[in-house]
């Protein structure tokens, strides 16, 4: 029986596989300068400084896909239609957010199978906010 090497691709969760924290924090911060121009989005974010927003979601990103739990830690559990239930969400917000998260995605420069697997992701996270026809 051949032993595996510890750290090999095949034992490294998505985090570790596309460069940790700090590929999740040019993502995050990519998506945000998006959102603060976003005529659409950006009402949906009540805190003058989108800050705190970015560091919520980078943190919550890079826990969903292998890396700290700090989100858990800080936050509880994530909740996210009941965090998002206050704002009108619609298909429209929904085509806005995708837009601006296809910039971040694109702009990291992933391996093709790495961006497809987080592009999968954010479209069924997208459709999964909508709380308003339209």
Same mark, same amino acid.
Not at 52 to 70: D, I, N, S, V
Not at 93 to 109: F, Q, S, Y
């Given at each position: ?14 985090? @570790?596989?596309? &460069?940790?924290? *700090?590929?999740?924090r /040019? %993502?995050v911060?990519?998506? =945000?300068? #998006? ?6 989005l ?5 805190? @003058?400084?989108? &800050?705190?927003? *970015?560091?919520?979601f /980078? %943190?919550?990103?890079?826990? =969903?896909? #292998? ?23 619609d ?22 199978e ?7 992701y ?13």
């Amino acid at each position: 029986m051949t032993e595996i090497p510890r750290g090999t691709l095949s034992e490294q969760t998505f985090y @570790e596989q596309v &460069g940790g924290e *700090e590929t999740f924090r /040019r %993502l995050v911060h990519r998506f =945000y300068e #998006g959102v603060a121009e976003d005529p659409l989005l950006r009402p949906m974010y009540p805190e @003058e400084d989108l &800050g705190p927003a *970015e560091e919520r979601f /980078r %943190l919550f990103l890079m826990q =969903y896909w #292998g890396g700290p739990r700090t989100y858990s830690e800080q936050r509880g559990h994530p909740r996210l239609r009941m965090r998002h239930a206050p704002f009108a969400v619609d298909s429209a917000a929904r085509d806005a957010w995708l837009a601006r998260m296809r910039v971040a995605v694109d702009e990291l420069g992933l391996a093709p199978e790495h961006a497809q697997q987080l592009w999968n992701y954010f479209t069924f996270a997208a459709e999964s906010m909508i709380n308003t026809p339209g």
